[in-house]
């Protein structure tokens, strides 16, 4: 079930607590929790509804701008039900605590026999460990880059990363990954600890501005929302590759900080 980053912030500040589909079958159930760019998405309901049942009240706590603008929204989608989806918002991804905390001896033993075991299952050889060593030594690099660096097609190289990120390993960013305290130490077991530049200080900024934004804001010097929050909105705006979206995006991500824009 794909939430625009405007509903996900609006569902976090519990301005949001329905969504409307038009689907065949329902493609979520309650108890579903999803994870989203402002964490855990908790599925409360999931029923059927005719158009003509609709009120006021469901556009408003959907978000939508009226009544009229939802059921012509939902007709505009011909075929399958439509479907009142009740959602809430279910805390922190666990992922974001999990990657910062550092393993002991015996559960970095643990995490390496699974890497050992996807290696093993893996139709096209081991791959873990080359992986981890790309990214850690290529950080905020596109991900199309680092797979062609390995000879893979994109998407199925993503997917293993993903099974990374599921133990905290790595970390997905604007740009590209890099690896988490905890995938470090997983990497540098048995060794010595490899040389790395220092982690970028401050709050990264959110992956949901996209990558023109991240660009121009990166060779402008504003690598962290900390940075952005020392600069005005017209003086973001005139910087190319960000847009009136990425400069919402950057306001909701600096209030979570309790944050804004410099005037």
């Known amino acids: 079930m794909m939430i625009r980053p405007a509903e996900l912030a609006a569902i976090r500040a519990g301005e949001v607590d329905l969504a409307f589909r038009r689907w065949h079958r329902p493609r979520v159930r309650v108890g579903t929790r999803m994870r989203t760019s402002v964490g855990l998405v908790e599925v409360t309901s999931v029923e059927p509804v005719t158009l003509s049942a609709l009120r006021a009240e469901d556009a408003r706590r959907a978000g939508v701008a009226s009544l009229t603008a939802l059921r012509e929204g939902l007709a505009a989608r011909p075929g399958g039900t439509a479907y009142r989806v009740g959602l809430r918002y279910a805390g922190p991804d666990p992922r974001t605590q999990l990657r910062e905390q550092v393993p002991d001896a015996a559960e970095i033993e643990r995490l390496r026999s699974w890497l050992d075991r996807l290696d093993a ?16 030594a290529h950080p905020e690099v596109r991900a199309p880059e680092l797979a062609a660096r390995l000879g893979r097609e994109t998407p199925p190289w993503k997917a293993d990363v993903r099974k990374l990120k599921e133990k905290g390993l790595t970390e997905s960013l604007a740009i590209g990954y890099r690896l988490s305290p905890r995938g470090e130490a997983v990497l540098d077991h048995g060794g010595p600890p490899r040389k790395r530049a220092p982690r970028p200080e401050g709050t990264p900024l959110p992956r949901e501005i996209g990558a023109p934004a991240t660009r121009a804001l990166r060779a402008a010097g504003l690598t962290s929302l900390e940075a952005v929050a020392g600069r005005g909105e017209d003086e973001l705006r005139a910087l190319h590759g960000v847009g009136p979206v990425a400069v919402e995006r950057l306001r909701d991500a600096l209030a979570d900080l309790g944050l804004g824009f410099r005037g």
């Not at 299952?121 to 850690?136: F, M, V």
């Open 121 to 136: 299952a893996s139709p096209h050889g081991p791959w873990t460990r080359a992986t981890l060593e790309l990214i850690d």
